[in-house]
């Protein structure tokens, strides 16, 4: 999605937060089926969630604008991949934040 910044950089920042407040429960946005996402990039992405572990997600499959960008751009997403992929990550969402759910119970 043309981001100005990489996974490893992501990493970072979340590393810098988790030093400062070990505790801190982390949120984040995230599209699947962006024009041109591949299954490849989606599992680096399914990853990199799970490996943060995040509390929250906010989820949503792109859906094209009229007039925009991104709904001219070559290599869209089939519907039906979209909402496998969303599926897939709200799995992990869940499975994460219950995690950090239990682990925090108690503190």
Do not use: H, W
């Not at 999605?1 to 990493?11: H, L, Q, S, V």
């Not at 030093?19 to 996402?37: C, K, Q, T, W």
């Not at 299954?39 to 990853?47: D, N, W």
């Amino acid at each position: 999605m043309d981001r100005g910044y990489t996974a490893e950089r992501y990493r970072r920042i979340v590393d810098n937060i988790r030093r400062a407040m070990p505790n801190a429960g982390l949120s984040a946005d995230a599209i699947v089926g962006f024009p041109g996402e591949t299954e490849e990039q989606f599992q680096r992405t399914l990853q990199l969630v799970e490996e943060i572990g995040f509390l929250t997600v906010n989820l949503a499959a792109y859906s094209p604008r009229p007039n925009t960008l991104a709904a001219q751009r070559p290599n869209q997403v089939p519907e039906e991949d979209k909402k496998r992929r969303l599926q897939q990550l709200k799995d992990v969402v869940q499975r994460c934040s219950l995690e950090q759910s239990r682990r925090m119970r108690g503190q």
